[in-house]
């Protein structure tokens, strides 16, 4: 069953018990909106339910999860209310994604930005190619990472490593997000045969068991992710009224290397 929604941006392809969610078009990501991330919960959500499907795969073509938080939603919001609704919808996403009662993989290949690697550590297994890159760069933005970014680098990194690497706004490649535990595994190869080599691997493993593991980690960890989200939501809204942000944002119109003054 193949279901494509979003105008073409997105196809929903289920195969008896693995349902892949593909991201069409490059840089979707980059300009979602509103409408789109309902979409995209309800179609998760819709997953969740069914009692057949039990391995997610979420991928995308080259560069589908790049995502530039700060130049395609943040400068579409007219009003504070407009801010505090995409925060809350962005939010249900990542929270819908990791509380999925399946067993979740994210096939990442080209860059990753932005909501795009949240959106990538909410999933239960990150196989990437060698060609991808993670660009964590939202410091450089003068804003801070969203959609749970701060729990799900320190569930992997540790506080003290996960604060550095925000501060740091560094591009990573494959290899260096591998050897800090950002990635699960690197394609040997093919991308999609890895994948597709991961779920026959979990088809012939007690994937109710795995899925039963997942739901108590997750249950034990759901109250700290929602206090981050919101954590997350206040705090941007506050960055985005700063002198810095607003350099930065003037910087970008002139093509230069803002000058931030700690205002």
């Known amino acids: 069953m193949t279901v494509n929604f979003l105008k073409d941006a997105l196809q929903v392809e289920v195969n008896g018990r693995v349902a892949k969610i593909e991201l069409e078009k490059p840089h979707v990501l980059h300009r979602i909106q509103n409408d789109m991330i309902k979409e995209l919960i309800q179609k998760l959500k819709e997953i969740s339910l069914s009692d057949e499907i039990q391995i997610v795969i979420l991928t995308g073509k080259e560069e589908a999860f790049f995502s530039e938080f700060r130049n395609s939603i943040l400068n579409e919001i007219e009003n504070e209310n407009d801010f505090y609704y995409t925060m809350e919808l962005i939010n249900e996403l990542m929270i819908t994604i990791y509380s999925m009662p399946k ?24 196989l990437v190619d060698e060609s991808c890159q993670f660009v964590m760069n939202t410091m450089e933005q003068g804003i801070i990472p969203v959609g749970g970014a701060h729990f799900f680098l ?110």
């Open 154 to 263: 320190e569930r992997r990194l540790g506080e003290d490593r996960a604060r550095h690497l925000i501060w740091e706004s560094k591009t990573l490649s494959a290899q260096e997000a591998k050897a800090l535990n950002l990635v699960n595994e690197i394609a040997k190869g093919d991308l999609n045969e890895a994948i597709d080599n991961k779920v026959k691997q979990w088809g012939r493993s007690p994937i109710l068991a795995m899925i039963k593991t997942k739901k108590i980690l997750g249950e034990k960890n759901r109250p700290y992710l929602l206090k981050m989200l919101e954590l997350e939501k206040f705090a941007l809204y506050r960055m985005m009224q700063t002198e810095d942000y607003q350099e930065c944002c003037q910087a970008f119109k002139e093509n230069r290397k803002p000058t931030y003054l700690g205002k």
């Open 103 to 126: 067993i979740t993989i994210a096939g990442i290949s080209g860059r990753a930005s932005g909501l795009g690697i949240s959106l990538s550590l909410a999933t239960d297994h990150i």
